[in-house]
């Protein structure tokens, strides 16, 4: 079993910056792809930026040029760091990691708001 703990949400004005960390723990799990989803009031959640253990990225085309997501392999850790924030950017954020043998795991979730 992998747990995720999320930190770094949080209010911040629109154009501001925010950083968020997933931190990866449990027994005899190798990490394959760890990324970052988020869920709006009354919409479904929504990939944001995902990482492979090589560090191969992807994002959703709404944030491409203002998030980037990174890792840590040797930390079991994940970062998105995310600048010109936008009101839509406002969704609780999830953590999800994926495993060599396809099992998943998701954090509880941190929200970020952003005030226009």
């Known amino acids: 079993q992998v747990q995720l703990v999320e930190s770094g949400g949080g209010l911040v004005q629109a154009g501001g910056s925010l950083r968020l960390s997933c931190a990866a723990s449990?027994?005899?799990?190798?990490?394959?792809?760890m990324g970052w989803y988020r869920q709006a009031p009354g919409k479904q959640r929504e990939l944001v930026a995902d990482?492979?253990?090589?560090?191969?990225?992807n994002y959703a085309d709404s944030v491409k040029g203002r998030f980037t997501i990174s890792r840590d392999n040797a930390k079991n850790t994940a970062y998105l760091e995310m600048n010109s924030l936008k009101p839509e950017d406002t969704a609780v954020y999830y953590c999800?990691?994926?495993?060599?043998?396809?099992?998943?795991?998701w954090g509880q979730g941190t929200q970020v708001t952003v005030s226009s």
């Open positions: 999800h990691l994926l495993t060599i043998w396809a099992t998943d795991s």
């Open positions: 449990g027994s005899m799990f190798i990490t394959n792809r």
């Open positions: 990482i492979t253990r090589d560090g191969n990225t």
